[in-house]
């Protein structure tokens, strides 16, 4: 799934492109943060940007919002580029930018108001105040709003000109469970209205829940592109299986007086000078086992990819015992995006 | 929802008012701070009776014939006593006697101290029987117009204009740009050129309440005259907030946080505040840096303010001044327009 283009030739036809990056670069200083991207979103799609913090997500974004000027590259959007076609697309598109603080002594109605006055065409300011469900916040101070109803101001001054192409930045960072859920079904509802949205997000399970496809990024690139579920398949395992196993059958046991290990299961510390730390499992074993399609070790914790998980279980329990080799943690799960990552950097989504 | 609403340059405007009146700081600086301040002036300086002057003599003799001066009260101190009250600044002079004559012990570089010199001599020499050769008589005059006070409200009028454009542009520009709400406005389809518009079409209907408190404040209080067209000195005020915008404009162009446009603010208008003349004559600075301080923005404005009020003085009777007004309400702008960084 590295070379994802090929599955996108195919859908091009149906709805129309609404964003279209070719070849797009851009370094600042000697750091490229953005290394060759090429993308098509089409009309009526949520397109989701997934990757850690630092890899080109945001540039991206504000390369295609005309807000930085990309070194190498064509973009285009609704078949217009920023160069001939600045003061249109800026009317025909709705942005909602990391981090922007709205004066705090403006009320919602009054901020909206405001936005709304840049657009010759839109949606009315009572409309954008109900769509982003802050009709009870209507005369309340941007200052005392709450970070999720910040958020939905912020997508309401991103809807008050009624856009074709709606970019999110990570629209969800830094709030808690209820209000990311809260301005998921937001965006749910614009995803049905028809809207054109492209968003950034470092959250797989936000990636997942919203988006029709997605482009995994990392350092600058896009290392996979495709839906979810295609994502997740092309890793090979429906499953993953993650495992510690401690060698020595004589002494698993957490040293006397050792704190406990965080939450879940325990794992078995030895301390410095113990001769073993984490047991070592020959990679041929687990990958001889029937049903696991790939292995790797991440700080002696052993993840495996496997299909028919209720079979592959017990094989790998069997095999370890064999070998001499005793559980200190386990555990399955569905696999996520986020093995998709794993899977194709080596690396884990929150090491950044 | 009406036409005017609907308008962009009208709802940017309403925002700078809207955040400028929820700002109780704001306009306890803008529009208070400089009535507090011409009322602490004006009781400070308040027109009394000449000061009499402290002086100290080594011998009683001395001090009999210096108290004699009604510009004089006198001490009897010793020499060392006399250094040391003199060096705290509770006497102005000392009278010390020499078997061949009086020394006058005394700070050359204080004006008082130099009035000090010349009555106490007078006193001395009058006391050892000189007369006078020619016979004179004073006539004194406290007309309006020569007072501290009069000479002061200018000052602190084009101060006020400085302050109030700077601070008004330069800080909230900059607040935006942290906020990463400059970067959000130019996302939007808005027209650049009215988000800047916006703050001078509020900056000058504030002008306007601004000004007229605090002349019509001195004008009842301290009868300060207005001996010039009050049109032209509308215009000025307008010249150099319009000046002091650009400043404003310019320190706020590229500076990122608060910090940085405060010690750029503070850099721009420490020198004014010490060399325009808001508290006394500029023309006080050495001949050296005369062309600098008269080149001055503020300085320019103070002079022409000051002009119209004082002596009535037309526009087109001091090309100087307005001359130098005009040049730093286009330069500035220019040069920030065109280094100005919207993210």
Not at chain 1, 2 to 18: H, I, K, M, P, Y
Not at chain 1, 69 to 86: F, H, K, Q, S, Y
Not at chain 2, 86 to 108: E, N
């Amino acid at each position: 799934m590295t070379n994802g283009a090929a599955t996108l030739g195919t859908r091009v036809a149906e709805g129309g492109t609404s964003l279209l990056l070719r070849g797009v670069k851009k370094a600042f200083a000697d750091v490229k943060a953005v290394d060759g991207v090429d993308l098509e979103v089409l009309r009526g799609e949520c397109f989701g940007l997934l990757g850690p913090n630092g890899a080109g997500k945001t540039t991206t974004i504000e390369i295609c919002e005309g807000l930085t000027e990309p070194d190498a590259g064509t973009v285009e959007l609704l078949g217009l580029n920023w160069r001939a076609n600045a003061g249109e697309l800026r009317q025909r598109i709705g942005i909602q930018l990391q981090e922007t603080q709205f004066p705090d002594k403006l009320t919602v109605e009054e901020t909206l108001r405001l936005f709304r006055s840049f657009f010759k065409r839109g949606i009315s300011v009572d409309e954008s105040i109900e769509t982003a469900q802050l009709e009870e916040k209507r005369g309340a101070r941007v200052g005392g709003l709450s970070g999720g109803q910040k958020q939905r101001l912020a997508m309401a001054t991103a809807l008050v000109g009624d856009p074709e192409l709606l970019f999110l930045d990570e629209p969800t960072t830094g709030l808690d469970p209820q209000a990311r859920r809260h301005l998921w079904d937001l965006v749910d509802e614009l995803k049905h209205a028809g809207r054109t949205i492209i968003l950034t997000t470092h959250y797989m399970d936000e990636a997942e829940r919203l988006c029709d496809r997605v482009a995994i990024m990392d350092h600058g690139k896009v290392i996979a592109l495709g839906t979810p579920n295609e994502l997740i398949a092309s890793i090979g395992g429906e499953d993953i299986v993650e495992f510690a196993v401690v060698e020595s059958i004589d002494s698993p046991v957490p040293k006397a007086g050792s704190p406990p290990h965080g939450p879940g299961p325990v794992r078995w510390d030895p301390g410095p000078g113990a001769p073993v730390a984490h047991g070592r499992v020959d990679e041929a074993i687990l990958l001889g086992i029937p049903g696991v399609k790939s292995h790797r070790v991440d700080a002696g914790l052993h993840q495996l990819a496997v299909s028919e998980t209720h079979t592959v279980v017990p094989r790998i329990f069997t095999a370890l015992t064999e070998h001499g080799l005793h559980l200190s943690e386990f555990r399955t799960h569905s696999a996520t995006l986020e093995d998709v990552f794993v899977r194709l950097t080596g690396r884990n989504l929150r090491d950044e | 929802m009406n036409k005017l609403e609907l308008s962009s340059l009208y709802q940017l405007t309403m925002v700078r008012f809207r955040l400028f009146l929820r700002e109780p700081e704001a306009i306890f600086w803008i529009f208070i701070f400089p009535i507090l301040l011409a009322v602490g002036l004006g009781i400070a300086f308040r027109n009394r009776p000449a000061d009499v002057l402290q002086v100290g003599a080594t011998t009683a003799q001395l001090t009999q014939a210096l108290t004699a001066d009604k510009g004089l009260t006198a001490v009897t101190v010793d020499e060392a006593m006399g250094t040391h009250q003199l060096a705290t600044g509770q006497i102005l002079l000392l009278a010390i006697q020499r078997p061949d004559g009086v020394v006058y012990k005394y700070d050359d570089t204080n004006p008082d101290a130099r009035t000090a010199r010349l009555v106490a001599d007078r006193a001395v020499q009058a006391a050892e029987g000189r007369r006078d050769a020619v016979r004179a008589d004073n006539d004194l005059v406290h007309e309006t117009g020569a007072r501290y006070i009069d000479f002061v409200v200018p000052g602190l009028l084009g101060m006020n204009l400085m302050g109030s454009a700077m601070w008004g542009l330069g800080f909230s520009i900059v607040e935006a740009r942290q906020k990463k709400l400059l970067k959000r406005m130019v996302a939007s389809p808005m027209p650049k050129w009215q988000y800047l518009a916006s703050f001078l079409l509020s900056r000058l209907a504030m002008l306007l309440i601004e000004v007229a408190a605090f002349l019509t404040f001195t004008r009842l209080v301290f009868g300060v005259p207005f001996r010039g067209s009050l049109l032209e000195l509308g215009l000025l005020c307008l010249m150099t907030s319009l000046a002091f915008s650009g400043l404003g404009l310019l320190v706020a162009s590229r500076a990122k946080t608060m910090e940085a446009v405060s010690g750029l603010m503070n850099l721009v208008m420490l020198p004014m505040w010490i060399l325009s003349g808001i508290f006394f004559s500029a023309s006080r600075f050495p001949k050296l840096i005369q062309p600098v301080v008269q080149a001055l923005p503020l300085t320019a404005a103070i002079d022409a303010i000051r002009g119209n009020m004082l002596q009535g003085t037309s526009l087109a009777q001091q090309p100087a001044p307005v001359a130098i007004l005009l040049v730093w309400m286009v330069v500035p702008f220019a040069v920030s327009l065109w280094i100005f960084k919207w993210r």
